[in-house]
């Protein structure tokens, strides 16, 4: 990001001051130049780190948000496994019941008649 900064070059446009010896403002002038085009480098380091700092906070966010939508189909595909498992757990309870209902209706019934033979024939001898 090393573009131009508004009204920004390479050249300087700055003018010395007062009547000081050709030398003295040659010299202060180099001076601020020099100063100015510091200042200059360094905004521009800042630039590029601000702008590489913005780049890898939106990959991750990127990647983060990548991340979310992942876990949240895996979230709506575990629910969806949840919901088919509960009604197979209830289908199951319904038929433990039928079938203790046939085992209760079956042998308790075959057992009440066992009992009672064997009391009519000890009561007739």
Do not use: C
């Not at 905004?43 to 990647?63: I, T, Y």
């Not at 209830?90 to 038929?95: K, S, V």
């Not at 009992?115 to 024939?121: D, E, F, K, N, Q």
């Amino acid at each position: 990001m090393h573009g131009q900064f508004a009204g920004y070059n390479d050249e300087p446009d700055a003018v010395a001051f007062g009547r000081a010896g050709k030398g003295a403002a040659s010299s202060e002038r180099d001076q601020l130049d020099r100063a100015g085009q510091t200042i200059l480098q360094l905004l521009h380091k800042a630039a590029d780190v601000a702008e590489e700092n913005s780049k890898h906070a939106l990959e991750a966010a990127q990647r983060l948000s990548h991340q979310l939508r992942a876990a949240e189909d895996r979230i709506a595909e575990l629910e969806m496994d949840v919901g088919a498992y509960r009604d197979r757990a209830e289908r199951a309870e319904q038929w433990l019941d039928r079938i203790h209902g046939e085992i209760e209706g079956q042998f308790l019934r075959r057992d009440d008649a066992s009992r009672r033979t064997p009391r009519a024939a000890g009561h007739r001898g």
